[in-house]
């Protein structure tokens, strides 16, 4: 398992995988390769480097995909674990391997099985509309291998249902749902955005190194999680907005009718008219004043955290 491990971080270089299935998409539905995008494909080129990050989560979910996967050996004693596949044809089109490594695979005298494993506190359903467009990719990457070797392909999403990220294994948790995905269902958003990165590509991928981490050098759960708060954030911007238009036409109304304040079950509003503040600018006095701003300082722990700044 841990050498299979080591292929997928070595692939991402020459090539774009299923976890950047997202990103692909992304591009293709908005004809353009974003900020975050350039940093993964020059990675791809051998631009940029890839770092490396272990934690509980991606330690979670390896154990979770070990254990699972002795239980799939004893009812499919050839079943093969991150096996690495190429999409020839695509390969060939775009200039740069398009592959994937399957949790496991399966292969039967009439079929070729693939299984993907997840673990996660949502549930199947929910877990499958998150990883929909890498599901898309293994189907677009299985039914090719699959054609070729004159078999039938399914899908399986194995879905384990953990809220600890603790090393313990319960067979109870964990359900198979077979992915069906039509053609034309990743054909529109990811074939398009690979076309985009390989024009990009032919006529001079153009990128300057940043010392900051991006996105694409995240582990796959922070990426989906930062993906999510980013829809947050937008609907949450544009609901600001709203109540900033609301609080404007307020004001002007309980300043005309000198209102001071109102409240309901939900919020209370107070009026504030015009005032001056007044604040010690302490950078000022530090420099001319040190003595008088060290005796009037106070020192205290400040725990640590992640400031999130919101753009734009």
């Not at 020839?88 to 299984?115: C, P, Q």
């Not at 153009?206 to 996105?215: A, N, P, S, T």
Request: proline share 1%; glycine share 4%.
């Amino acid at each position: 398992m841990s050498e299979g491990k080591n292929e997928i971080l070595e692939t991402r270089i020459g090539g774009l995988g299923s976890s950047d299935a997202k990103m692909c998409a992304k591009i293709g539905r908005n004809g353009v390769i974003g900020v975050s995008d350039r940093k993964r494909i020059a990675i791809m080129l051998g631009l940029d480097e890839q770092r490396q990050f272990t934690s509980a989560a991606t330690e979670h979910g390896n154990f979770i995909e070990s254990e699972i996967y002795k239980l799939l050996v004893e009812k499919y004693k050839n079943a093969v674990s991150n096996p690495y596949t190429k999409h020839e044809e695509l390969s060939k089109t775009l200039g740069f391997d398009v592959f994937n490594h399957i949790d496991w695979e399966v292969k039967t005298e009439t079929k070729l099985i693939w299984f993907e494993c997840k673990a996660t506190n949502k549930s199947t359903d929910e877990t499958e509309q998150d990883y929909f467009y890498q599901l898309c990719w293994h189907t677009m990457i299985g039914y090719d291998k699959a054609k070729k070797l004159g078999l039938k392909f399914e899908l399986y999403l194995v879905h384990y249902f953990s809220v600890e990220k603790e090393l313990t294994f319960d067979p109870i948790k964990f359900a198979t749902k077979k992915i069906e995905i039509a053609i034309d269902l990743y054909d529109n958003d990811i074939i398009s955005g690979l076309n985009i990165i390989a024009n990009e590509i032919k006529n001079g991928f153009e990128y300057e190194k940043q010392e900051e981490l991006d996105i694409c050098e995240l582990p796959e759960f922070l990426q989906d999680a930062t993906y999510e708060i980013q829809s947050v954030i937008l609907k949450q911007k544009d609901d600001n907005k709203k109540i900033e238009l609301f609080k404007e036409q307020l004001k002007d109304f309980m300043a005309k009718n000198n209102i001071k304040s109102f409240n309901n079950e939900f919020f209370s509003i107070v009026y504030v008219a015009d005032t001056v503040a007044t604040k010690i600018d302490s950078k000022k006095l530090k420099s001319e004043l040190p003595d008088i701003f060290a005796k009037y300082s106070k020192q205290s722990n400040v725990k640590s955290s992640v400031r999130l700044t919101i753009k734009g």
